[in-house]
């Protein structure tokens, strides 16, 4: 696998070079293309247990793309070609055609809808706090950080947990912003951060990962009652291209009703199908954009 940076092979280009182009008549335009080439660029960033390249074998693992796998497999196109990128860059990157498809359970969220198509959510999730052993300044939620001002969280660049924590009262000039949840933990474990966050999920696969006993999880954590939470994760499609999306979401509907959703969600780490699924017109990408 390839990782983000490296340049596209002749042909992959022009497959991409195609992206937002849902135009062909008999709409068959890009579907049509990708099952032709028989492969799929995703986009993602480096977040497990949603998307990651797995250090060993470089293969890329995690729920999220096993169940973006699973959907071009319904759809026709079994070759998926991974490309590591910051989580920052995963919109633009799809926006620019540099990707058919990013995935790595980013919620869908209004502000997002503005720059990128989402499919439907094929995943739901809570938050999570990890702090130093001992939690010795007894952070329990989001609001415990706003309640003191000298509490430095370190927050993964472009997640929803910025705007999370601000809506509990957290001021900016607490965060402290890192390329990745490794850094996130990092940061925690040499005292530069007292906590970070992001989703339970998340959080919980890369504190077992670690092993470390200078930090911990927050077991007791008290989930905030506010809009985004739980979120719903998607993969998402450049903003034109809308019969790719259209597509991705029929074959998503059949795996979700055949239960190869809840098979992909019960076999990957930090997810269950029971805790974690999200069924069919139980909520919706149009309605999550329009922050309902």
């Given at each position: ?36 080439a ?58 620019a ?51 003191n ?17 601000e ?9 402290m ?22 989703t ?93």
């Amino acid at each position: 696998m390839k990782k983000a940076g490296i340049l596209l092979t002749f042909a992959a280009a022009l497959v991409l070079s195609a992206c937002g182009d849902s135009g062909t008549e008999g709409g068959e335009g890009r579907v049509a293309e990708l099952q032709e080439a028989d492969t799929v660029n995703i986009g993602f960033a480096n977040e497990p247990p949603y998307a990651y390249e797995n250090s060993d074998s470089g293969e890329l693992e995690g729920a999220s793309i096993e169940i973006a796998e699973a959907v071009f497999s319904e759809m026709g196109v079994e070759n998926v070609e991974g490309h590591l990128t910051d989580w920052g860059e995963l919109i633009p990157g799809v926006q620019a055609g540099q990707y058919d498809v990013i995935t790595a359970g980013m919620a869908i969220q209004p502000d997002r809808c503005e720059n990128a198509l989402f499919a439907e959510p094929e995943m739901q999730y809570g938050e999570g706090l990890v702090v130093a052993a001992g939690n010795p300044l007894d952070i329990q939620s989001y609001a415990d950080i706003g309640e003191n001002p000298d509490i430095t969280v370190a927050l993964m660049e472009g997640t929803t947990q910025f705007e999370f924590l601000e809506t509990e009262g957290v001021d900016s000039s607490q965060f402290m912003s890192v390329a990745d949840i490794p850094a996130q933990l990092s940061a925690v474990q040499s005292g530069n951060a007292d906590v970070t966050a992001a989703t339970e999920a998340t959080l919980r696969a890369a504190y077992e990962s670690l092993g470390s006993d200078d930090v911990e999880i927050v077991e007791n954590f008290e989930q905030p009652d506010i809009q985004g939470i739980p979120s719903f994760g998607a993969a998402a499609f450049n903003i034109d291209d809308e019969e790719l999306r259209t597509a991705y979401n029929e074959a998503l509907e059949t795996l979700k009703e055949d239960g190869t959703i809840d098979e992909i969600l019960d076999g990957s780490e930090g997810f269950t199908a029971d805790n974690n699924r999200v069924e069919v017109g139980e909520v919706t990408a149009t309605a999550l954009c329009e922050g309902e």
